[in-house]
């Protein structure tokens, strides 16, 4: 019996071996990576596995926050046409991995050192029952303000370090015939907004309890009922043609001068970047006001699939390429993100990553890192929607006032737990 079980493994690992010879060189990816500064980024990716042979098969599908995305995503995996690699946030991942879907990298994580150098707050979300299921990419957040520096000057404006210092600037703006807040009317860029105005009203306990620990008494609270008050103020800046508008195209507003400053994750740097803009010079980066000490993060994650035993030496190629030193830099200083690794150096980073990678640290070690619950990191799929669909019917004037937008958010996530 024995002997049968080593034969069969001895045969087993020449197949294997056999299967190994034709590795299929080729790294399909599913991503929403579709704006110029994205697209941008990606193509360092590219290069780096370019360099070592392997063709990328492009499966783009366009929308921020990634809802389309993870729409084509489950019709390939219902399919069993598993990409090599799908770009993927946090709870996402663990969805699929307790789906028993996913791979396995956990050989390579360990060559590789990944649980001494990828932060704890990373790991939650791409180890699953011990075993490395994807490789994160970067750290985003987006608790940010990406303002026009020349028309800050023109309004005579400085850094709101209070809400209240961010509404007289934006009237100020207005004042001066400028679009004051540029907005892109999409549910997940309305909740991504959202995540900051909660963690300026509540300040971080109140965003952690409600944002990450879904309790019910901050959900219900007055301070809940006080931040859509806020959001409803900031959306008074808004201009009339905001609805259905594109993320990146309101950070292009900004970029041109057209509006003073939009509320986004540090992606939009990465439109900045590609439009070789300079912080400092041309743009300037502050945390949403009051929200200084805290970082609210997402982090793109390269989920991967339980391919055949021929496309899973792509994967290794891919998470290897993916957390090495150099394209965390290289990658990262395009992207707008800081890195996944706490050992990269900031020396390519601009003043704007330097300050990311600055914060990032310091919210770690002072307990102030939190999850976005607009991108992923605060609760299961299920519940994000049903948050992303709330507030934008609040902007949207579906829902009227403010007791009634936390009556129904309740509702919404009790529902969706
Ligand atoms: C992702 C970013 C992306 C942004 C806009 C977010 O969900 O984490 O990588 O740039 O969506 O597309």
């Known amino acids: 019996m024995l002997r049968k079980l080593l034969i069969g493994t001895a045969l087993a690992s020449g197949l294997a071996f056999a299967a190994h010879a034709e590795d299929v060189k080729e790294v399909q990816m599913l991503h929403w990576w579709t704006s110029g500064g994205e697209a941008a980024a990606l193509n360092v ?38 990409p090599t690699a799908s770009q993927m946030l946090g709870y996402t991942v663990l969805d699929y991995a307790a789906a028993g879907v996913m791979g396995d990298l956990t050989e390579t994580a360990k060559k590789e050192g990944w649980d001494k150098s990828v932060p704890a707050a990373l790991q939650k979300f791409s180890v699953y029952d011990g075993k490395w ?11 940010w303000l990406w303002i026009n520096k020349a028309v800050m000057d023109k309004i005579g404006g400085a850094e709101p370090k209070t809400f209240d210092d961010f509404i007289a600037l934006l009237d100020k703006a207005k004042a001066a015939g400028v679009t004051p807040l540029a907005l892109g009317g999409q549910n997940w860029q309305e909740a991504t907004m959202f995540d900051s105005v909660v963690l300026s009203t509540g ?19 007055d301070t809940m009922k006080k931040s859509f008050d806020n959001l409803a103020k900031l959306v008074t800046y808004v201009d009339p043609n905001f609805s259905g ?58 989920g991967m699939f339980n391919v055949p035993d021929d496309r899973k ?29 706490t050992d990269v150096p900031d020396t390519d980073f601009d003043a704007c990553g330097k300050k990311g990678i600055a ?3 310091k919210a770690n070690e002072g307990g102030t890192l939190f999850g976005s619950l607009a991108q992923g990191y605060g609760a299961p799929p299920a519940v994000a929607n049903a ?15 403010s007791d009634e937008a936390v009556t129904e958010l309740v509702k919404a996530i009790d529902d969706a737990k």
Not at 317 to 336: D, E, I, M, R
Not at 387 to 401: L, M, R
């Open 45 to 82: 990716l590219k290069q780096d596995l370019a360099k070592e042979g392997y063709a990328w098969k492009d499966v783009p599908v366009a929308g921020g926050g990634g809802d389309a995305a993870m729409t084509a995503l489950k019709a390939m995996v219902a399919a069993g046409n598993y």
């Open 133 to 143: 299921v994807a490789a994160p990419v970067n750290v985003h957040s987006v608790n």
């Open 203 to 221: 300040g971080p306990e109140f965003y952690k309890k409600a944002m990450n620990d879904l309790d019910d008494a901050s959900l219900k609270s």
């Open 245 to 302: 508008r594109d993320w990146n195209l309101a950070t292009a507003m900004v970029i041109k001068g057209d509006a003073l400053v939009q509320v986004m994750g540090d992606w939009a740097k990465g439109e900045f970047h590609a439009a070789n803009k300079t912080p400092g010079t041309d743009f300037l980066c502050y945390r949403f006001p009051g929200t200084d000490g805290s970082v609210i993060y997402n982090s793109d994650m390269f």
């Open 313 to 341: 030496a792509a994967q290794v190629a891919l998470a290897t390429a993916t957390l090495s030193k150099s394209f965390q830099s290289a990658f990262n200083v395009v992207k707008g993100s800081v890195p996944a690794r």
């Open 359 to 361: 914060d990032l640290k």
């Open 387 to 401: 948050y992303k669909d709330v507030v934008s019917k609040f902007v949207h004037g579906q829902i009227k006032t």
